[in-house]
């Protein structure tokens, strides 16, 4: 089983990033678009590749992801 960490309410991805090198994908999830963008950015300069980051409200996007991902999340 490949772990997959989900981080909600993500905002710059710290968190998230932090723990990147320990999961096979790491999937954030924030409502605020600058947010976001410096999450992509922090992504980018540490050369995490396995991050994907969603502006989106979490309410919002993560009963779709959940039915519809092609991952399993193991990590909240």
Avoid: W
């Avoid at 950015?41 to 993560?62: P, T």
Wanted: proline share 1%; charged share 20%; hydrophobic share 40%.
């Amino acid at each position: 089983l490949q772990t997959t960490l989900l981080d909600l309410y993500c905002g710059c991805g710290v968190l998230g990033i932090s723990l990147s090198s320990k999961v096979h994908k790491l999937i954030g999830i924030d409502f605020y678009d600058q947010a976001i963008n410096e999450a992509n950015r922090n992504a980018k300069m540490n050369n995490i590749m396995n991050a994907e980051f969603i502006n989106d409200r979490v309410e919002k996007a993560l009963p779709n992801l959940l039915l519809n991902s092609e991952y399993k999340f193991t990590v909240i």
